[in-house]
Nanobody
Framework: QVQLVESGGGSVEAGGSLRLSCVAS????????MGWYRQAPGKQRELVAA???????????NYADSVKGRFSISRDSAKKTIYLQMNSLKPEDTAVYYC????????????????WGQGTQVTVSN
């Protein structure tokens, strides 16, 4: 079982910054990828940023085009933690931000399973 605990959301004016954190806890698995998604009212959940290939330590990063150059995702592998530094925030960044991970079990049947955090609200005002 995996638990994801997010922190760092809040309200900020346009142009401001916020930093989100997500910690994964549990045993018996390895992280395959870990990242952030967001969902604004009336819209589908979308990828914001993710770090992939944890198992091979050949880490890669993916960003939504809308956040490139403004957001930065980073990790502390030993702490199973990721961070999302969000700069130059815009009102259109307002959404609930969800931490996501997919993990590989380290014992049979070696399932690949994904988990979601409870979400943290980010509100950007004009």
């Amino acid at each position: 079982q995996v638990q994801l605990v997010e922190s760092g959301g809040g309200s900020v004016e346009a142009g401001g910054s916020l930093r989100l954190s997500c910690v994964a806890s549990g045993t018996g698995w390895s992280i395959n990828s870990m990242g952030w998604y967001r969902q604004a009212p009336g819209k589908q959940r979308e990828l914001v940023a993710a770090i992939t290939r944890w198992i091979t330590s050949d880490y890669g990063t993916n960003y939504a085009d809308s956040v490139k150059g403004r957001f930065s995702i980073s990790r502390d592998s030993a702490k199973k933690t990721i961070y999302l530094q969000m700069n130059s925030l815009k009102p259109e960044d307002t959404a609930v931000y969800y931490c996501h991970t997919d993990i590989l079990e380290t014992a049979p049947p070696f399932r690949l399973t994904d988990y979601w955090g409870q979400g943290t609200q980010v509100t950007v005002s004009n």
